[in-house]
């Protein structure tokens, strides 16, 4: 079946640090949903991209879809103690149905 | 108002108990879904419920029955259930079913004994 790979499963930074959570499908996409969920908390939906080759930007997040749209990208620059938590990307494939990726914790190193 | 309410936010039964979780949205949103979340995994869609139709059932066991008894309200009755049934149940709801974003309740957390 359609699989939405997402790697690293985790990463560790200093704060201050950038983060990086990459996301590719096996197959073209729809659109692509990026979610965080804190530690006990629930998804939480960040943005959505739809066009090929598409960068949107959140304060220090940026977002960005391949010209393929098979894959994405979700960079953090300099992390703080508020961006722990896991970020999930999810595609919605030619059925509208989300294919979610496994998730990159970030965590922040004391 | 933009929250999707679920309740109780924890559960514990045993395994010949029969449970209901609930979920609530006011957003006018016209899909809703049940996830099942294990620990350090993704969401994993359980149902879709799309203008108070069951669209999609994900092959879950028969022991899990979905009710949508109006555009608000979304309920999961939970029958003899296994302990590999532990888990955050989350309810969800989205504009339509190929709508842009998808909000999440808090999420029960089932413990079966």
């Known amino acids: 079946g359609q699989q939405v790979m997402q790697i690293p499963q985790y990463q560790h930074v200093q704060e201050g640090e950038d983060f990086t959570t990459y996301c590719n499908s096996s197959t073209t996409l729809s659109n692509i949903q990026w979610y965080k969920q804190r530690p006990g908390g629930h998804p939480v939906f960040l943005i959505q991209?739809?066009?090929s080759g598409e960068v949107k930007k959140q304060k220090r997040l940026t977002f960005q879809f391949g010209e393929a749209k098979k894959n994405s990208s979700l960079h953090i620059t300099a992390t703080q103690t508020t961006d722990v938590g896991t970020y999930f990307c999810?595609?919605?494939?030619?059925?509208?149905?989300?294919?979610w990726g496994a998730g990159t914790k970030l965590i922040i190193k004391p | 108002d933009t929250e999707v309410t679920q309740t109780p936010k924890h559960l514990v039964m045993g395994m010949t108990n029969k449970k209901s979780l609930k979920c609530e949205q006011h957003?006018?949103?016209?899909?809703m879904y049940w996830y099942k979340q294990k620990a350090k995994k993704p969401p994993e869609l359980m149902f879709v419920y799309s203008y108070e139709k069951l669209s999609i059932n994900e092959s879950v066991p028969s022991r899990f029955s979905p009710e949508c008894p109006n555009s608000s309200l979304l309920n999961l009755h939970l029958h003899a259930l296994q302990p590999e049934d532990s888990a955050l149940y989350l309810c969800a709801s989205s504009h339509s079913f190929q709508g842009t974003e998808a909000f999440f309740g808090q999420g029960t957390r089932l413990t079966v004994v």
């Open positions: 999810a595609g919605r494939d030619s059925n509208y149905q989300l294919i």
């Open positions: 957003m006018g949103h016209r899909a």
């Open positions: 991209l739809v066009k």
